[in-house]
């Protein structure tokens, strides 16, 4: 893959066999989905459109047959505005790292603490490096894109009939540790 560019055309871009890529050189990979393959992803992502998105980079090989992976992501991207709904535009253009390591420990129990380096992943047999630009994108859109110049809404719910709760009036709870209090005293 490393003299070829491999676009997201009518055949996506399959996924690598690590395994059968060379071993002591850098594979290189350039994917541009094409306007089919952005208005998937931008559905996927519950965007308007993806105007534009390139994923580019090279793995190479290190250690004992685990592979690192450095590239660049870009893409443009309107998303409705959380207050308004009108179109907000973002521009990524950001780098993406990834280390697959073969002899990864995978944690177990119930309790599973983040690792230092999130980075590092097991490897896989197969590498979709479609899979990794789309993860990445969602990763890096704003969760609550607002148009330029609009403050969040104000929400106020109640149940039918009922008062809304107020920041300065009475709080629901209050009472309980009033309760709390006296109950305490008796002992």
């Known amino acids: 893959m490393s003299d070829q560019n491999r676009t997201g055309g009518p055949g996506r871009t399959p996924p690598l066999r690590l395994d059968q890529l060379p071993p002591h050189r850098d594979t290189e990979f350039d994917i541009r989905p094409d306007a089919e393959a952005r208005a998937a992803i931008a559905r996927t992502l519950g965007a308007e459109r993806v105007r534009k998105l390139r994923f580019s980079g ?7 047959g685990d592979w690192a992976l450095e590239g660049h992501l870009g893409a443009t991207v309107v998303q ?7 179109p907000v535009v973002t521009r990524i253009d950001l780098p993406v790292e990834r280390r697959y390591v073969a002899d990864l420990a995978e944690p177990s129990g119930e309790e599973v603490e983040m690792p230092e380096d999130v980075t590092v992943e097991p490897l896989p047999r197969r590498l979709d490096l479609e899979e990794v630009m789309v993860e990445e994108l969602a990763l890096a859109l704003p969760d609550y894109p607002r148009a330029e110049g609009v403050e969040p809404a104000d929400v106020v719910a109640a149940p039918p009939g009922a008062e809304p709760i107020d920041e300065g009036g009475e709080k629901p709870l209050a009472g309980l540790a009033a309760l709390r209090d006296r109950l305490g005293k008796g002992d």
């Open 58 to 64: 090279r793995l190479h090989p290190f250690g004992q």
């Open 80 to 86: 409705p505005c959380v207050v308004t709904l009108e």
